[in-house]
């Protein structure tokens, strides 16, 4: 069986390679692959004329990484298919930030041809050997291509690894200063098992004027003040707060007491969504996320469930409601999409039908928004007009019954039929697609408006409204209407 092996020459000078690695290199017998030369063995391979092929040509020819790493992987399996040895030379260790490794290790060939590996020691043993750390009490380990912003737990450092090219480290450069801020120091390395004149700390607004190359890293150490706070910050905090030491109000609260917090943070949240406030919006969003981290810890202090099992369900949810984007399913339409989505939900609950769906709909929701889904799910098996019209002859129908009933001045009877006049209404708001909740809204603050005008203008005139007549207000009230055309 032929083999590829996989070498690590570490992130340094020939002297900082194991001698497994020293012996791969020059003495073995084999054709020899360097994923690249900007490597500082490189310069002792080429004075010894080792025959090796590398593959820088495709990082400077290719569009993309991804690019350059698929032309790799199918280079390395053409060639182990007429090699008996092949060796694979990368920076620092075989396995840590290697995708290609990762790919050919995955690719499902091992019964085909053996893959071993040779350590080297990785940039991370360099990296903490020259910032005089130690990660065990807790550090942030990505590679640079890996780097999102969100990752960021600023409670611990952070060592960003592989930044192998200026627009790479341009990038990184950003992202961190808007996490950290200006100020914040970075700790650049580069060649680290070189002299120590290879470490620059520099404050981060200069991050990208610092040259790179495959062996560089960056380190941020735990920020003890921040200026801005992750996920993770905001667990610490509402832990704290419920600690024996925290603040007594926040440790004697339930899910109970914290409904009604609640709910009216999900009405602020919407709130600036109507009215297009995207400042409010993020400090609404902030005080739900608050609520939600809230209730999720008292859960986890009772032992019922916790954070960690919040987000499993969701992202679970969303992966298995989504098999057109998770899967092989192809679904090109959103009426397509919500459709599936519904029968995976059925297949979920186990549910036998639709009036047990009906059942399901939490009682908290605003009537108007229950009615509404009650009525989408009879829709969905075809009880419902095929066209307005007949929504419409309901909504007269059930209008007319109304008015008997207030004939008849029976109270039960009036309640009743109002009932079903406001159900009617929301049926045929469904069939245009208004959402009831949200014109009942814009009419409520409409009216607020144009009664605050209708209030200030009388003032305005001397008068009191108390003391003008409906023919009086109506006149103001036509004006307002007129001021807003």
Not at 295 to 314: M, N, P, R, W
Not at 426 to 443: C, D, G, M, Q, T
Request: with cysteine; charged share 30%; proline share 3%.
């Amino acid at each position: 069986m032929n083999t590829i092996t996989i070498v690590g020459l570490g992130p340094g000078q020939v002297d900082d390679m194991t001698v497994a690695a020293h012996r791969a290199l020059f003495e073995e017998k084999g054709k020899k692959f360097f994923r690249t030369m900007k490597h500082p063995v490189a310069e002792m391979v080429l004075e010894m004329k080792v025959d090796v092929t590398s593959f820088d040509e495709f990082y400077e020819k290719s569009d993309s990484l991804e690019e350059v790493e698929r032309k790799i992987l199918q280079i390395l399996l053409e060639e182990a298919q007429k090699q008996e040895n092949l060796f694979y030379f990368v920076p620092g260790h075989p396995i840590f930030g290697e995708n290609v490794v990762k790919m050919l290790t995955s690719s499902g060939l091992r019964d085909k041809i053996r893959i071993e590996f040779l350590g080297g020691i990785s940039q991370i043993d360099a990296a903490m050997t020259a910032i005089a750390q130690d990660f065990s009490d807790g550090c942030q380990i990505i590679e640079a291509s890996q780097f999102d912003s969100r990752m960021i737990d600023f409670q611990q450092g952070i060592l960003i690894t592989n930044i192998d090219d200026q627009g790479l480290l341009s990038d990184l450069a950003i992202s961190l200063t808007e996490g950290y801020g200006d100020e914040q120091e970075a700790w650049v390395i580069d060649h680290p098992m070189d002299e120590a004149e290879k470490i620059q700390r520099i404050p981060l607004m200069n991050l990208i004027q610092a040259r790179c190359s495959h062996l560089t890293s960056v380190y941020l150490p735990k920020v003890e003040d921040p200026s801005r706070y992750g996920y993770r910050d905001l667990i610490a905090i509402i832990e704290r707060l419920r600690s024996p030491g925290g603040c007594p109000w926040d440790r004697e609260q339930t899910h109970e007491s914290l409904r009604a917090n609640l709910l009216e943070e999900t009405y602020e949240v919407i709130e600036a969504i109507n009215c297009q406030d995207d400042t409010n919006l993020e400090e609404e969003l902030g005080d739900l996320l608050l609520q939600i981290v809230f209730h999720g810890l008292i859960a986890e202090e009772d032992g019922y469930f916790t954070l960690l099992d919040v987000t499993t369900g969701i992202c679970e949810k969303m992966i298995r409601r989504h098999p057109h984007v998770f899967a092989e399913e192809t679904i090109p339409t959103t009426e397509g999409v919500l459709k599936r989505w519904e029968e995976i939900k059925q297949q979920e609950k186990s549910q036998q039908g639709q009036s047990q769906k009906m059942k399901e709909l939490p009682e908290a929701l605003p009537m108007l928004v229950r009615s509404r889904k009650v009525q989408k799910k009879a829709a969905e098996v075809g009880f419902d007009w095929p066209e307005v019209q007949g929504a419409m002859g309901k909504l007269q129908e059930e209008l007319d019954e109304f008015q008997e009933a207030l004939r008849l001045n029976q109270a039960d009877e009036m309640e009743m039929e109002f009932g079903d006049l406001l159900f009617a209404i929301v049926n045929v708001s469904r069939f245009y697609k208004i959402h009831p909740e949200l014109a009942l809204k814009r009419a409520t603050d409409k009216f607020i408006r144009r009664f605050s005008w209708v209030e200030n203008e009388a003032e305005k005139r001397g008068l009191q409204m108390e003391s003008l007549d409906l023919e009086a207000l109506d006149a103001l009230w036509d004006q307002c209407k007129q001021t807003e055309k």
